[in-house]
Each structure stands twice: as C-alpha cells, then as structure tokens.
C-alpha cells in the first residue's frame, strides 16, 4: 500500500447525479493533488492543494469542485457530469516546496451514463 | 527489447532478457525525473527517479539514464520478470515551480513473456 487510500473504487452515475470522490493520506505530507487519467492519454493534472489551499486550477470545468478540509483528507465533488468525463481519478500526496515524488492511491474507475 | 518514445506505446520482452523503455521529455527547464509503473486496477507507483545534476542512478535491478543534450530519459530493467509486465510512465518536473507539478508522458506497456 501507498499510504494513500481513494473512495470508491468504482463509480457509475448518472449525468444528473451529484456524487463525491474521497482521498486520505497516512503519509503526512502537505501537499494533495488530483488527477485524471483517461484511456490512451497521459495522467492529467487537475488540481493541487498545499496546506489546505488550492495553488493550482488546470482549467477544469466547473463541474468538478474539490474541497481540502485538512492536509490529510481530499475530496472532489461531481455534478452534472458529461460522458467524456469518464475516466480513472487519481489521488496523490507530497511535500509542499520539495520537488519530490509523489505518491498516488489506487484510483476511482468513473463510469457517467 | 527496446521502445522509442510515443511512437512505440507497446514493448514485448522474454523473461530473463533487459528491458529499456524511453522518454522524450520537452522542457528544458526540468530538473526533477520519475518512471513509474502502473499494473492493472492499481495506481501509479514509484519506481526510481533522478534529478538533473546525474547522469546515472541504479536502484534494484532498475537503471535510469539521463542525457539532457538530447533531453531523453530511459529505464532499463534487468533480468525481466513476469511481475514486471506494467505501463510504464515518466514525469518531469519544472526547476521554477514550488513543490512537485508533475507532467507525465503517454506511457509504455511492457508485456514479459515466459
């Protein structure tokens, strides 16, 4: 294990529904990131989080509102989603202000009908 | 068995032989490199990385090359196994920023056969 524990796994919804990704880290790092990956394409980076601020938007629709209560937990709240949107969300955590690795959970599959 | 780049998103090896897996990266800027593996259902997971001031760092049975005159970025894998069969990503990271923002490349799958 990573120390970096995504929830759910899994993931169908409808384009109407409201639903919410979750990411803890046991690593006690500062830094907390979303990303997306889709088939066939590189791991985009969506959001980024040090000390529970958002230092970085990478032009994600509105759609997609993550919220950081703390430097452990990580969440990103789905509403009205569009199919295109499916795809594996990946959580990761690191340091704030060291140029390090990142450490990434285990993922949410996405599936919008 | 070797791949080149994007162009050769696939690589198939027998087990036992040396893999080498390569990465194109653009900017010039960057001073921090990762390969990562991801196996099926799972998450990407830390291999080996390097920063800019080597040329050479070995980890177990795992190599990464970098050459910055041409701004290319290799990992080669000893002694093939099974349990390696994965996609393989690398990811650079920009001197300028604050904290890791990593920027990752297409990916290799490695496919070990037995």
């Known amino acids: 294990e990573t120390g970096v524990t995504q929830t759910p796994r899994h993931l169908v919804m409808g384009m109407t529904n409201k639903k919410s990704l979750k990411c803890e880290q046991h690593?006690?790092?500062?830094?907390m990131y979303w990303y997306k990956q889709s088939a066939k394409k590189p791991l985009e980076l969506m959001f980024v989080?040090?000390?529970?601020?958002?230092?970085e938007n990478n032009s994600v629709p509105s759609r997609f509102s993550p919220e950081c209560p703390n430097s452990s937990h990580l969440f990103l709240h789905l509403h009205t989603l569009q199919p295109e949107d499916s795809a594996l969300y990946l959580c990761?955590?690191?340091?704030?202000?060291?140029?390090?690795?990142?450490?990434f959970g285990s993922g949410t599959q996405l599936s919008v009908l | 068995g070797e791949s080149v780049g994007l162009h050769l998103p696939t690589l198939s090896v027998q087990e036992g032989d040396n893999s080498i897996i390569n990465c194109a990266y653009s900017?010039?800027?960057?001073?921090?490199f990762i390969w990562y593996k991801q196996e099926s259902g799972k998450g990407p997971q830390f291999i080996i990385d390097?920063?800019?001031?080597?040329d050479k760092r070995q980890g177990q049975r795992v190599t990464v090359l970098l050459n910055k005159t041409v701004k290319h970025l290799s990992l080669q894998i000893a002694a093939t196994q099974p349990g390696d069969s994965a996609v393989y990503f690398c990811?650079?990271?920009?001197?300028?920023?604050?904290?890791?923002?990593?920027?990752f490349g297409e990916g290799t799958q490695l496919t070990v056969n037995p």
């Open positions: 990761a955590s690191g340091y704030r202000g060291k140029n390090e690795k990142l450490f």
């Open positions: 690593l006690g790092h500062n830094a």
């Open positions: 989080y040090n000390f529970k601020e958002q230092t």
């Open positions: 900017n010039s800027a960057s001073d921090y």
């Open positions: 390097i920063r800019s001031n080597m």
């Open positions: 990811a650079e990271n920009p001197r300028e920023t604050s904290g890791s923002r990593l920027t």
